[in-house]
């Protein structure tokens, strides 16, 4: 008998350890984990006269939240000096899906979020589809165009790193099957991306990131569709996980607007990212030397107006820049 429960204590100890290490947890620094997230360019009556108006739609926030996190804006315009000011403040950067140009305060914090992991902090980064297509750039590759993958959800086809990935490595068995399945809860929503022929041709972008899958767009184009950095917490992917659970516009006459898989399995697989990248900026030991600084950074001190049915809701304002 008490052989029998030391062998069942030890199995559930394991299973509790794979687990543990599947979500990407080490040594926690922090419970309130802050996130970095790039504003865009928008023009928007709401910013009145400013000639910095910028915006971040609000399920970004939200995915981040949903698992702990706070999220602070780093302004498009950002400059060098300004974005390394923030750095040692966040615990991990979310860059979202859009359509403007990489900035260039993404380089400085991409090369920042480099030196940090090389020497031995854990600082995560994340990239949604446009965030993706950054990474990509930022990582020495160019971007292709011409994808007919709007507004559709498509299969990942799993690469064989996939299974061992970090990334996916925590993901329930059949949520990891619904992603490669005709029914994918992966939506897409971009033009421009990357094909694996050409991903595999640029050497840098080659040695930085692993390919973990692909999906073919309407006219059976394919394009790489997830990746993971081999020796950094870097993760991208073309397609929107945060759209499952908050981005709920309809027209006019109540339809949805988008084609956004809402299903509950769709729901958890956002959530198991959320709860994935938020886990990995919980090591970061970076912190808010000021607490009336980081009080004002918080995005809950910027205005967020209703933007359907595009995005439900967005933050913006000409003034993320105000609080650097």
Same mark, same amino acid.
């Given at each position: 008998? /008490?052989?029998?429960?030391? !062998?069942?204590? &030890?199995?559930?100890?394991?299973?509790?350890?794979?687990?543990?290490?599947?979500?990407?947890?080490?040594?926690?620094?922090?419970?309130?984990?802050?996130?970095?997230?790039? *504003?865009?360019?928008?023009?928007?009556?709401?910013?009145?006269?400013?000639?910095?108006?910028?915006?971040?739609?609000?399920?970004?926030?939200?995915?981040?939240?949903?698992?702990?996190? /706070?999220?602070? @804006?780093?302004?498009?315009?950002?400059?060098?000096?300004?974005?390394?000011?923030?750095?040692?403040?966040?615990?991990?950067?979310?860059?979202?899906?859009?359509?403007?140009?990489?900035?260039?305060?993404?380089?400085?914090?991409?090369?920042?979020?480099?030196?940090?992991?090389?020497?031995?902090?854990?600082?995560?980064?994340?990239?949604?589809?446009?965030?993706?297509?950054?990474?990509?750039?930022?990582?020495?590759?160019?971007?292709?165009?011409?994808?007919?993958?709007?507004?559709?959800?498509?299969?990942?086809?799993?690469?064989? &790193? &996939? *299974?061992?990935? /970090?990334?996916?490595?925590?993901?329930?068995?059949?949520?990891?099957?619904?992603?490669?399945? @005709?029914?994918?809860?992966?939506?897409?929503?971009?033009?421009?991306?990357?094909? @694996?022929?050409?991903?595999?041709?640029?050497?840098?972008? &080659?040695?930085?990131?692993?390919?973990?899958?692909?999906?073919?767009?309407?006219?059976?184009?394919?394009?790489?569709?997830?990746?993971?950095?081999?020796?950094?917490?870097?993760?991208?992917?073309?397609?929107?996980?945060?759209?499952?659970?908050?981005?709920?516009?309809?027209?006019?006459?109540?339809?949805?607007?988008?084609?956004?898989?809402?299903? *509950?399995?769709?729901?958890?697989?956002? !959530?198991?990212?959320?709860?994935?990248?938020?886990?990995?900026? /919980?090591?970061?030991?970076?912190?808010?030397?000021?607490?009336?600084?980081?009080?004002?950074?918080?995005?809950?001190?910027?205005?967020?107006?209703?933007?359907?049915?595009?995005?439900?809701?967005?933050?913006?304002?000409?003034?993320?820049?105000?609080?650097?």
């Amino acid at each position: 008998g /008490r052989a029998f429960l030391a !062998l069942m204590a &030890a199995a559930w100890v394991a299973v509790a350890l794979a687990g543990w290490v599947a979500v990407g947890v080490g040594a926690v620094a922090t419970e309130r984990p802050v996130i970095g997230v790039f *504003a865009q360019p928008k023009t928007s009556d709401y910013c009145g006269n400013s000639t910095s108006c910028q915006y971040i739609a609000a399920s970004y926030i939200k995915f981040v939240e949903s698992h702990g996190g /706070r999220a602070v @804006p780093i302004d498009y315009y950002a400059t060098d000096d300004e974005v390394e000011a923030l750095f040692g403040s966040v615990n991990g950067m979310l860059i979202p899906g859009g359509g403007s140009a990489v900035s260039s305060g993404a380089y400085k914090a991409y090369a920042l979020a480099k030196e940090a992991n090389d020497a031995g902090e854990t600082f995560p980064i994340l990239g949604i589809c446009m965030g993706f297509e950054w990474l990509l750039q930022l990582a020495g590759g160019a971007l292709d165009t011409g994808f007919d993958s709007e507004n559709v959800s498509l299969p990942l086809n799993m690469t064989e &790193a &996939a *299974a061992t990935s /970090r990334f996916f490595s925590g993901l329930d068995s059949s949520l990891y099957e619904l992603l490669q399945s @005709p029914e994918s809860t992966a939506f897409n929503n971009h033009m421009a991306g990357i094909t @694996p022929e050409h991903f595999d041709g640029y050497t840098d972008l &080659a040695d930085t990131f692993t390919v973990l899958s692909t999906s073919a767009d309407r006219n059976g184009v394919e394009f790489v569709s997830t990746m993971e950095a081999k020796d950094y917490p870097f993760y991208g992917t073309q397609w929107h996980p945060e759209k499952n659970v908050w981005e709920l516009g309809e027209t006019a006459t109540g339809l949805p607007y988008e084609n956004i898989p809402h299903t *509950a399995d769709a729901i958890d697989i956002t !959530l198991y990212i959320s709860k994935f990248f938020m886990a990995q900026a /919980r090591e970061s030991t970076h912190s808010f030397a000021d607490p009336a600084k980081e009080q004002s950074s918080i995005m809950w001190q910027f205005p967020v107006y209703f933007t359907g049915p595009e995005f439900v809701q967005s933050y913006i304002t000409g003034d993320f820049g105000l609080y650097l």
